[in-house]
C-alpha cells in the first residue's frame, strides 16, 4: 500500500513537471516563381510602347506596358503565362517616375521605379533605366532594367 501511494505521488509530480508545448506553427513556403522572357508577339499593346529588360543587350525582354499614365495595361510572363496587369497608381516626371500595375486577382504586382534617359528625336524614343520589384503571391524578385519607350 505504502508503496502505491509512493508511486501516485511520484506520477503526480511528474505530470506537474511536464508542461504540454502545442507544436509551432509551420514557416510559410516561399512561392517559388519565374519571371520569364516575353515572346515575340506578346502583349496586345498599340501605339506608344515601354519595354524593359533585364540586362544591357536587350535580348531579355520582361515587361511592357502601354506608355500611358492612367487606364495602361501591362504584360508579364510568369511562370510560362503571359498575364495581363491593369496600371493602378502612376506618378511621372521629366526624370523619372514609378509606375505599379496590379493583376485583377491581386495576384500579382509590378513596381515600375525608373529614370528617364535619353531622347532620340529621329526615332520618337526615350531611353530609360531603373528597377522592377515583381510580387507573386507574396514572394518578391527585383530586377535591374534597361529599356525604353518608343512611339
Known sequence: ????????????V????H???????????PAVFSVDDMADGDG????CTTTLYRDT??????????????????YIRINGQLL????????HSDTGGLSVFTS??????????????????ESDSVDSTGSLSVTYRGAVQSFIFTGGTAC
Open 1 to 12: 500500500m505504502k508503496h502505491a501511494a509512493a508511486l501516485t505521488v511520484v506520477a503526480i
Open 57 to 74: 543587350t536587350r535580348r531579355h525582354q520582361i515587361f511592357v506596358e502601354d506608355d500611358v499614365e492612367s487606364g495602361g495595361v501591362g
Open 19 to 29: 508542461s504540454v508545448v502545442p507544436d509551432a506553427p509551420a514557416a510559410p513556403v
Open 84 to 91: 495581363k496587369l491593369d496600371l493602378t497608381r502612376s506618378s
Open 14 to 17: 511528474l505530470a506537474g513537471c
Open 104 to 121: 485583377a486577382d491581386k495576384d500579382v504586382q509590378v513596381v515600375e521605379d525608373f529614370l528617364t534617359g535619353a531622347a532620340h528625336q
Open 44 to 47: 496586345n499593346i498599340t501605339g
